[in-house]
């Protein structure tokens, strides 16, 4: 499927193209209805009436606005949030929307937007549905803005929303096309992201590959860096290890050693070589990396894969004390976050490695039941595979193959990372696509 019309139709099309409305909710479940599940009693009421008056006044025609509400409506609503004691940094963003229903002229979109973004921000962690509820009005509040776009399709492909994530992506990109070329380019990576978690490597390829190409016209080298790491995770679950090693010696020299994002990078060569059974190779680079991911949402995840390549090369103290911090720390992970079931994978991974079949069976187990859950097919596919190893508990069929013949390709990029490694200073890493 293309991602914009062809080069003519949008010549003819000229500046006053209008990107199509994106999916606003999943399935025909009411407006932000997740939001009184995720947050009891009368805030979370309060809330859903917030979000539901700024949808219903954003939806409306612009002559019809300023009719919409009762004359008191407003007043109304300043007594309810007195009389709900909310917590003082939503008394401005629900003050906003309590002007917006007495205006009697049309409110100013820019003051909405502004005010459902700190509602947004306040959600963050504990509420995810409410953050993209209130993400998502911002972003039809100011309609132009691919920034808002681009931050409401991050939130609903992390949500698992993928129908209402692509079209937020795509609205994203019509609307940045020659305004704004870094949320340009990144909503097509954000786009590879979804498509890459699906299992879709193909699309995942097409969108990276536009992402790169935009990159380089643009002169802009980390987000060229950043679209090379993505093709290059794409490669190697394509199996194609010499497009590996070129996207990743690329983003290497595009990122270079003090860059935000080169851990993320060592961490993804890591689990490359892993998946070509060099857990040598890997494991001293996972140890490295621990410092430099101190946030638990990024550290679980090089854990994950510092037990499985532990256990693929048999260091059975590093095995017992990386899966045992894993555990720890996904017990405090919220049930919502998006990436417990290839965590769980991994595990299930490593636990085969070492032989350990039932824990291995109940990691692979719970794989399953979150990759389904939320509609991740590839990390299904991979735990369904995982498990059936642990169930046979066939030692030849269990262990993970160990290659002693490190090719020179691979030795010379370990060096190139590990040289990178020892020159950077402490920072702390960032987030991706």
Known sequence: ?????????????????????????????????????????????????????????????????????????????????????????????????????????????????????????????????????????????????????????????????????????????????????????????????????????????????????????RRLREMEGEAHHDLMLIACERNRPSLVYTHARAALEAFGPQHRRLPFLAHDVACAWCDEGRFDLALPVFGRLLASFPNPAERVRVLANATRAAGGAGSRERYEEYRASVITLLRETPDAAPSIAELMLLVARADNSRGEWRRAEEAALQSIGRATQRGENQNRLLAEAQHQIAVTRQAGAATEARRDTVPEHAERLAGELTRTLELRAPATAGAGA
């Open 1 to 217: 499927m293309k991602l914009s019309p062809p080069r003519s139709a949008r010549a003819r099309a000229g500046r006053c193209y209008v990107p199509t409305a994106p999916l606003t909710r999943r399935g025909n479940g009411a407006e932000g209805a997740e939001i009184l599940t995720e947050i009891p009693g009368e805030l979370g009421v309060l809330l859903w009436a917030t979000l539901r008056d700024v949808m219903l006044y954003l939806g409306a025609p612009a002559a019809e606005r300023g009719s919409l509400f009762p004359a008191d409506a407003g007043e109304s609503r300043r007594a309810e949030i007195k009389r709900c004691g909310v917590d003082p940094a939503l008394w401005a963003p629900l003050l906003v929307v309590a002007e917006m229903m007495e205006a009697a002229e049309e409110a100013s979109r820019a003051r909405v937007a502004h005010a459902c973004r700190a509602l947004a921000r306040w959600a963050e962690g504990e509420a995810p549905a409410t953050r993209l509820a209130f993400s998502q009005a911002a972003a039809l509040a100011r309609p132009g803005d691919p920034r808002l776009a681009l931050a409401t399709a991050r939130l609903a492909r992390d949500a698992a929303d993928h129908a209402r994530a692509e079209t937020w992506f795509r609205r994203a990109v019509k609307l940045a096309r020659g305004k704004d070329w870094e949320s340009y380019i990144r909503a097509f990576l954000g786009l590879g992201v979804m498509y890459y978690r699906g299992g879709n490597y193909p699309a995942a390829s097409v969108v990276a590959g536009r992402a790169l190409r935009a990159a380089r016209r």
